[in-house]
């Protein structure tokens, strides 16, 4: 249903894990580690020796707090403190992450359980999901309260939605709303457009239902603009959690590289759930980027705290993937008709390369 709030969360649940996780987290006495690395993307090494360089490929925008952990894995120097040097490189969408992904030049990326299911049941695709951060889409659906609201998902019968690539994971988890809904998704259009806030101009126009963004965009829509609402899929999808993705043969062939990659980035999770306040998270990452998200004390800090959210869904620690949820969210995707079924989703996933946790 439609929200101007946060999804809703057990404070003390999550402040009692926040406990536990400071232990694990990797920091110093300012919490964090400081920032280095003086590359663009990368991060250097620390100590003796050089750093492996590990290409991680992006279906986001860099400039986004979506990647949260993978940029403060850089600019915390995590990354670094685990012997590797990280560039993060953007890609245009989860298919050309994909894609990129199986040709070699990448070694991880981050995709939607959708994306990998689909890719697996449907061509046959190689990849192994290494480790789940959000548990539940951060995907929201933002429309004109004045024009046309989307408070159900019926709302959207008729109209043109907004997504930012033709068959990605927006695409996918707006079809998806729509057959968990019973309502055929070619009942609604899909048009490819920016996944800025001044797309909303063409939501204003009319010439959009509503299109598909990141949490934090969402956010400084709401912020900006009193008419933006904001549709949260998640009541109506499960398959939608994003995961760390490599190809089987990479698995085979440098477990020690991912196992020191999902390291770092389980340290720089560990310290963003540690840091209540998030203050000293956006001192480190506001030493190394700059964005429009990132430099708002409020959106970020809200965009930060909602994220955080979504990785401590439940009681399984950070990064490991649920086999239950897992499997619903596959059987999900088979009964929509968006992946083929009888497969085994067991065989997909992979939690081995993750750090031991209590």
């Keep these: 249903m439609p ?79 685990h012997g590797l040097d990280v560039t993060l490189q ?21 995709i939607g359980q959708i994306d990998l299911m689909t890719a697996v049941t449907g061509s046959n695709q190689p990849l192994v999901n290494i480790g789940t951060l959000n548990r539940v889409t951060t995907l929201r659906f933002v429309y004109s309260k004045k024009n046309h609201p989307l408070e159900k998902p019926e709302d959207m019968i008729g109209g043109t939605m907004g997504v930012p690539s033709e068959g990605g994971t927006s695409d996918k988890v707006v079809s ?32 959009l239902i509503g299109y598909v963004v990141s949490t934090d965009t969402a956010n400084i829509l709401r912020a900006q603009n009193p008419d ?20 089987k043969s990479q698995l085979q062939e440098k477990p020690e590289t991912l196992r020191k990659f999902m390291a770092g980035l389980h340290d720089a999770m560990a310290a963003i759930v540690a840091d209540e306040s998030l203050d000293e998270t956006l001192k480190v990452l506001r030493s190394k980027y700059k964005f429009q998200t990132l430099d708002n004390d409020a959106i970020a800090k809200q965009s930060l705290r909602m994220a955080r959210e979504s990785w401590v869904v439940g009681d399984k620690p950070l990064l490991v993937t649920d086999e239950e949820a ?5 059987k999900e995707l088979a009964d929509a008709g968006l992946a083929q079924g009888g497969g085994d ?10 750090p031991q946790q209590s």
Aim: net charge positive.
């Design 228 to 247: 933006v609402g904001v549709f949260e899929p998640a009541e109506y999808v499960k398959a939608d959690s994003q995961v760390y993705t490599t190809t």
């Design 345 to 354: 989703p067991k065989a997909w996933f992979d939690n081995s390369l993750l």
């Design 176 to 207: 998806l709303v729509l057959a968990n809904a019973g309502i055929d998704p070619k009942q609604v259009k899909r048009q490819v457009v920016g996944l800025t806030p001044g797309t909303f101009n063409l939501v204003q126009q009319g010439r």
């Design 326 to 330: 897992w499997a619903a969210g596959y």
């Design 90 to 110: 953007a890609t245009k969408g989860s298919a050309q992450a994909i894609q990129t992904l199986l040709s070699g030049v990448g070694l991880v990326t981050r």
């Design 3 to 81: 929200t101007d709030t946060p999804l809703s969360f057990d404070r003390r649940s999550f402040l009692k894990r926040s406990a536990l996780l400071t232990a694990a987290a990797t920091v110093g006495s300012s919490g964090l580690l400081a920032a280095c690395g003086s590359g663009e993307s990368g991060s250097g090494g620390s100590g003796g020796g050089e750093a492996e360089k590990v290409t991680y490929l992006s279906i986001l925008p860099l400039e986004t707090l979506s990647l949260a952990p993978e940029l403060l894995g850089v600019a915390g120097g995590y990354f670094a403190k």
